[in-house]
């Protein structure tokens, strides 16, 4: 009997041991798992914390109120391109823009204060650096066209998010204008320097550009007066002497003095340096091609181009030749290195 109970005993120590082995094995590896798991959501955030980093920031000056606004950075190049290129163009040519006012500012901020603009500010919104319209100048010029129109630039200005175009590790110069006359032109041949990347390429697209061609008529007076010449003979208004890469005029001589084709754009208001005249009695027509310099990129012309199915990439290499689409990581460290 007192075997029996032994037995019994024995039978049943063997039954909870049994049961308690699963667990006390189990127990240790579901906590060295959950203190695993803990350990890479402390890795996860810490990586989340170090990526977390503040964003470069863009200090405008609004030249209407002489007051400065400071926005991030994407959302001051969703401004330049909602103001410097109309909504209706192609998705492509919009994220071509975003590329060109990203690297622009990006550019700028690396470069020596602009003595032009207060030191609280990076740049104005005007033409001398960049024409910038926040949301509620958007709007108010829009209209019930607001939210698609906006919703395009956003979705153009994400698309390329992060990215700038360079040269040889630099961000460039990104400069563009509204439309060619069929060539764009180049750098040296506007401005005074050689730039390797702006060199003048076919452009035909912009014949399609409402700002193709213009016309201005002046009366005689009024031109000899604005170019500080005297027309002596009624048959002569001036011989183009030499022209640009880009079909522009380069050299004119009138009245026995000479004139850059920039210069003679200027003293007229002419929308380009291709330009071609005649006169009529006491009138003077002055006929021209394109709008704008016409160096960097041709907005018209990467609209032309997205048309035919070129994507963004395509567009920016095709105007700014030998350049490299890169990440602007390191370059906004260094912006926000230089602002600290």
């Known amino acids: 009997?007192?075997?029996?109970?032994?037995?019994?005993?024995?039978?049943?120590?063997?039954?909870?041991?049994?049961?308690?082995?699963?667990?006390?094995?189990?127990l240790p590896y579901s906590n060295e798992k959950a203190g695993a798991k803990l350990d890479e959501e402390?890795?996860?955030?810490?990586?989340?914390?170090?990526?977390?980093?503040?964003?470069?920031?863009?200090?405008?000056?609004?030249?209407?109120?002489?007051?400065?606004?400071?926005?991030q950075l994407e959302e001051y190049v969703e401004g330049v391109v909602a103001s410097e290129m109309?909504?209706?163009?192609?998705?492509?040519?919009?994220?071509?823009?975003?590329?060109?006012?990203?690297?622009?500012?990006?550019?700028?901020?690396?470069?020596?204060?602009?003595?032009?603009?207060?030191?609280?500010?990076?740049?104005s919104d005007t033409v001398n650096h960049q024409v910038y319209k926040n949301k509620q100048e958007l709007k108010q010029l829009w209209g019930k066209e607001f939210d698609w129109k906006m919703k395009k630039i956003k979705e153009a200005v994400e698309?390329?998010?992060?990215k700038i175009l360079t040269y040889q590790d630099k961000p460039i110069n990104a400069s563009f204008?509204?439309?060619?006359?069929?060539?764009?032109?180049?750098?040296e041949e506007y401005w005074s320097n050689s730039v390797p990347y702006l060199?003048?390429?076919?452009?035909?697209?912009?014949?399609?550009?409402?700002k193709f061609q213009d016309r201005k008529v002046f009366s005689v007076q009024e031109f000899q007066q604005k170019l500080n010449i005297r027309l002596e003979n009624s048959n002569d208004v001036g011989t183009v002497t030499k022209r640009t890469s880009g079909k522009k005029v380069a050299e004119v001589s009138i009245a026995g003095k000479t004139f850059t084709?920039?210069?003679?754009?200027?003293?007229?208001?002419l929308q380009s340096t291709d330009f071609s005249w005649k006169r009529?009695?006491?009138?003077?027509?002055?006929?021209?091609?394109?709008?704008?310099?016409?160096?960097?990129?041709?907005?018209?012309?990467?609209?032309?181009?997205?048309?035919?199915?070129?994507?963004?990439?395509?567009?920016?290499?095709?105007?700014?030749?030998?350049?490299s689409i890169s990440n602007a990581n390191s370059y906004f460290d260094k912006i926000m290195a230089s602002s600290q």
Do not use: C
Request: aromatic share 6%.
């Open 1 to 26: 009997m007192k075997s029996l109970k032994t037995a019994l005993a024995i039978s049943i120590l063997v039954l909870v041991v049994s049961f308690l082995i699963p667990s006390l094995l189990v």
């Open 42 to 71: 402390k890795i996860s955030t810490k990586q989340s914390v170090d990526k977390a980093k503040p964003a470069a920031e863009v200090a405008v000056l609004r030249t209407a109120t002489n007051t400065v606004e400071k926005l």
């Open 86 to 123: 109309p909504a209706e163009f192609e998705e492509e040519a919009l994220k071509a823009q975003a590329l060109t006012a990203r690297t622009y500012i990006v550019n700028h901020l690396l470069s020596s204060k602009d003595e032009r603009i207060p030191q609280n500010a990076d740049v």
């Open 159 to 162: 698309a390329t998010k992060g």
């Open 177 to 187: 204008f509204s439309t060619s006359n069929g060539y764009t032109e180049n750098a």
């Open 199 to 210: 060199k003048s390429v076919e452009s035909p697209w912009d014949a399609d550009s409402p």
């Open 261 to 269: 084709g920039r210069e003679i754009r200027e003293k007229l208001g």
């Open 280 to 323: 009529k009695g006491d009138t003077i027509i002055v006929s021209t091609k394109g709008y704008g310099h016409g160096v960097g990129m041709s907005q018209y012309g990467a609209n032309g181009m997205a048309k035919e199915g070129k994507k963004y990439e395509e567009i920016v290499r095709h105007y700014y030749q030998g350049i």
